[in-house]
């Protein structure tokens, strides 16, 4: 079965600081994963995807995750905050990329 | 432009009546999903499609019926709302071969 797990629901730095969101999947085959952020009143927008490439993925904004398959994570980073990252991001699987199982959102607070 | 539109974007309504969320996009693409996301919670898929005269229940039992009659086209229709169907109404959709879904702004239900 496919699940995500996203670890700390709310996720606050300092504008300038690093961002780390958690996300640890659980799949029977090698995955799909995406990192997907909201804004408020919008859609989802994609940020990036592994899909059995390289395991260090760069997105946009400056973002980028790193498949662990020995860990089954798919952690997201960006090395500098700025406010304008303040959204919700969710972290998804999917085995045949066809249906998605997406996380609980982890909600993302700059400081400025 | 090629997007993935919403109507309508909130609405209010009594207990009883039956209403139509529309979606549809502009990208051709053959594969359509409808999520429902409720806060601090994981997006259930209710319904898919993957081209014209397909359409799929998803994980999330749910009241709700679609068609796809055009590939560009997806409404999703609740024939008796009830206040558990309050939620937000997301509309995504996919190339046949792609790893990406594109979502919609979403509808946001309110039923009284």
Redesign the interface.
């Known amino acids: 079965a496919q699940s995500v797990t996203q670890l700390g629901s709310h996720v606050s730095v300092s504008e300038g600081a690093l961002v780390l969101l958690r996300c640890n999947y659980s799949s029977s085959v090698p995955p799909y994963l995406f990192w997907y952020v909201q804004y408020p009143n919008q859609g989802l927008q994609l940020l990036l995807k592994y899909t059995s490439a390289a395991t260090l993925v760069k997105g946009i904004n400056g973002f980028e995750a790193e498949f662990k398959k020995s860990e089954t994570s798919f952690h997201l980073t960006k090395p500098s905050a700025h406010m304008s990252d303040a959204a919700e991001y969710f972290c998804a699987v999917s085995e045949t990329g066809n249906q998605f199982y997406f996380g609980t959102g982890t909600s993302l607070t700059v400081i400025p | 432009e090629a997007d993935?539109y919403?109507t309508p974007?909130y609405l209010v309504i009594g207990t009883g009546k039956k209403i139509t969320l529309e979606c549809s996009q502009t990208m051709g693409h053959d594969?359509m999903?409808w999520?429902q996301q409720d806060p601090?919670?994981?997006?259930h898929?209710i319904h898919?499609s993957?081209g014209v005269n397909s359409t799929e229940k998803?994980d999330l039992s749910s009241e709700s019926t679609v068609s796809r009659i055009r590939t560009e086209h997806f409404p999703l229709t609740l024939e008796s709302a009830r206040p558990s169907h309050t939620s937000q109404y997301?509309c995504?959709s996919q190339t046949a071969g792609?790893?990406?879904?594109?979502?919609?702004?979403?509808t946001r239900l309110t039923v009284l």
């Open positions: 993935i919403q974007r594969k999903y999520y601090g919670m994981e997006l898929l898919y993957y998803g997301l995504a792609g790893f990406s879904q594109f979502f919609g702004p979403g």
